[in-house]
């Protein structure tokens, strides 16, 4: 079966699940996550359904002792393949694991396909928390992004959700899109917080090879990297003026809305994808699922493989990438907890972590943990680099006896 290799772990551990929904309206012409776009076969809906049960419900067994606090459903476009599809997934996590009582699940949505019933049999079913994409609060541009939606059905679907009673709502911007100008940018977003979103994503538009943006970009008039850093450091001073805490390089939250799922990534915590292209952390292993929908479905079906890859990661290797996600994150990294989880020495990392604060890249905060400014986020790259070089070359420490 699909996880056949895990060990049942010890303890009473808490746990992220990912739930990859692959089907969109249409693709965007930035995407490059695994998607498609068109409408939905009642075959393959039917199919993929049964796939996800089985494995949903093959996996339960290796986790009993695990809790299960936050499910995340992304895409894709979740909000396309049905409230009633969307709670028979959850119905068999609910069944197949144990679901705290104060769990945080997260449904992404685009803005034309949510509905005041749609959304009323989604909080009923038991997600909490939404995350609209709305991207630009400039029709033209949705068009050129290929975006199925208008700002106004974006509002919309904002209000939706707090009528029905959603009390935990995201929404999604992009910067560095083609012809955007910085006073444009500037007042998106404070159109947008006129919506009054408990989170707040804004991501740098990234041009992907193989997809469509990509073939035309030479002309598409997008921002140079100055530009883009202007944008950035402009939304981080409106969202802190407007009461936001800037708790990840892209995230914005009010006090308590912080992603708790996405930290599950960023704090190197375990979590179970399910889907296609889904990812995992589990058990002392990383892996992830093919790519390819059909693959999945009959992987399942045959009681085959569905993974692509399946990797057990090295301590120093760990190490790296705690460095590298928690440096993202406004909790940072710290010395004792560096050196007990990974058993390698922080001195190095501290040498340069101080020669970066010389150029405030860097800050060493009162209980000891080594953060990133925002300008030290826009370089961000380069400093993990940097600190992963110096990582490598070091000595693990001894084990205590």
């Not at 009673?165 to 006129?194: C, H, I, R």
């Not at 599950?264 to 889907?275: A, I, R, V």
Request: proline fraction near 4%; charge should be neutral.
């Amino acid at each position: 079966m699909a996880f056949s290799f895990l060990k049942r772990p010890a303890g009473n551990k808490k746990l992220g699940i990912y739930v990859h929904i692959p089907f969109c309206k249409s693709k965007c012409e930035y995407c490059d996550f695994y998607s498609l776009g068109g409408s939905r076969d009642r075959h393959v809906t039917d199919d993929y359904l049964q796939a996800l049960a089985d494995h949903i419900k093959e996996s339960g067994r290796l986790a009993p002792e695990y809790v299960v606090d936050t499910v995340y459903f992304g895409g894709g476009t979740p909000s396309f393949f049905g409230a009633e599809n969307l709670e028979k997934i959850l119905d068999e996590i609910q069944r197949r694991f144990r679901l705290d009582a104060d769990a945080e699940i997260t449904l992404e949505a685009n803005p034309d396909s949510v509905t005041n019933q749609s959304l009323k049999k989604l909080l009923r079913a038991g997600f909490n928390r939404i995350s609209i994409g709305v991207q630009s609060d400039d029709d033209e541009m949705l068009k050129k992004l290929g975006r199925p939606h208008t700002y106004e059905q974006a509002r919309q679907a904002v209000q939706r959700a707090r009528e029905v009673g959603f009390a935990n709502v995201s929404v999604d911007l992009m910067y560095g899109l083609p012809n955007q100008t910085l006073t444009g940018w500037k007042e998106t977003v404070e159109n947008v917080l006129t919506l009054k979103p408990d989170h707040l994503s804004a991501y740098a538009l990234r041009v992907e090879e193989g997809t469509p943006l990509w073939n035309y970009r030479d002309c598409a008039n997008l921002p140079d990297d100055d530009r883009q850093a202007d944008m950035y450091l402009a939304a981080c001073r409106i969202l802190r003026d407007y009461g936001y805490e800037h708790y990840e390089i892209s995230n914005f939250a009010k006090p308590g809305f912080a992603s708790r799922h996405n930290l599950k990534y960023w704090n190197l915590d375990e979590y179970l994808g399910f889907g296609p292209s889904a990812a995992s952390d589990f058990g002392g292993k990383r892996f992830s699922a093919v790519a390819d929908l059909r693959g999945y479905i009959d992987g399942i079906r045959q009681h085959g493989t569905i993974l692509r890859e399946c990797d057990t990661i090295p301590m120093r290797e760990r190490a790296g990438e705690y460095v590298m996600l928690r440096l993202r994150t406004s909790l940072g990294i710290e010395e004792k907890e560096y050196e007990t989880r990974f058993l390698m020495p922080f001195k190095p990392l501290e040498t340069l972590l101080t020669r970066f604060q010389t150029r405030g890249y860097t800050e060493k905060l009162d209980d000891g943990r080594w953060v990133l400014t925002e300008q030290g986020w826009l370089v961000s790259n380069q400093i993990i680099i940097t600190l992963n070089e110096a990582q490598e070359r070091s000595t693990p420490l001894a084990k205590k006896r």
